[in-house]
């Protein structure tokens, strides 16, 4: 590989600082833009036409994900790997799901980046053994759902329908643990039935899923 371009995309100057340094470390790989956000990586995107965008996917406005939706329709070519602090499940299919080639983790070593890196821009998907370990175990989970009528696949609990229209407030799941009286991994297991029974991969998809079921209020 040789002269490949790449954009970093981080609201923290000083992680893109380091980011960069490590980037440049690599004697084919350039640094040839920096954003701080999702709108202005998308914009910079169709200004640089980068090769590989690292992307953070927690970002004021515009976050990674949604940015790397508009990137990828307008430069399908370049590869977009996400970078996050949490090894969040339901982010981790979203930023797939959104056109995403890799999704790292910021704690990971150097050396480690850099080979996930080629392993993304070689065309294969990055993503720690761990991670990829939740992925296969969310597929297999998926695969085993037996087909079912759309009456059978919306019929949420009672209390799955609390959890729900608490998640459509914006309440994290702490907030609805407290809320219910409920333990988090309580609250945990009943958002991962929710998503099984609507067969969904996201929670926001859920959401928008049950209002215009008329499950929630809209």
Do not use: C, W
Request: proline share 4%.
């Amino acid at each position: 590989m040789t002269g490949i371009r790449v954009l970093l995309v981080d609201d923290h100057a000083l992680f893109r600082e380091g980011l960069a340094l490590i980037i440049s470390s690599q004697p084919d790989l350039t640094v040839v833009g920096e954003a701080s956000d999702g709108l202005e990586a998308a914009v910079k995107a169709a200004e640089l036409k980068p090769d590989l965008i690292l992307m953070d996917i927690q970002m004021p406005g515009m976050d990674g994900i949604e940015a790397t939706r508009r990137i990828r329709r307008e430069l399908p070519s370049a590869t977009i790997v996400m970078l996050t602090v949490r090894d969040d499940e339901e982010k981790l299919f979203d930023a797939i799901k959104s056109g995403a080639q890799g999704y790292l983790l910021k704690q990971m070593q150097s050396k480690e980046l850099i080979e996930m890196i080629r392993r993304a821009l070689a065309g294969e998907v990055a993503i720690p053994p761990r991670l990829a370990g939740q992925m296969l175990e969310e597929f297999r989970r998926l695969s085993r759902l037996e087909p079912r009528e759309e009456s059978e696949a919306t019929a949420l609990t009672g209390r799955e329908l609390e959890v729900l229209n608490l998640v459509a407030q914006g309440r994290t799941d702490k907030e609805i643990a407290q809320s219910l009286s409920l333990s988090i991994h309580t609250v945990k297991t009943h958002l991962r039935s929710i998503l099984a029974r609507l067969q969904v991969s996201g929670r926001k998809e859920a959401v928008r899923l049950a209002k215009g079921k008329g499950l929630l209020p809209g």
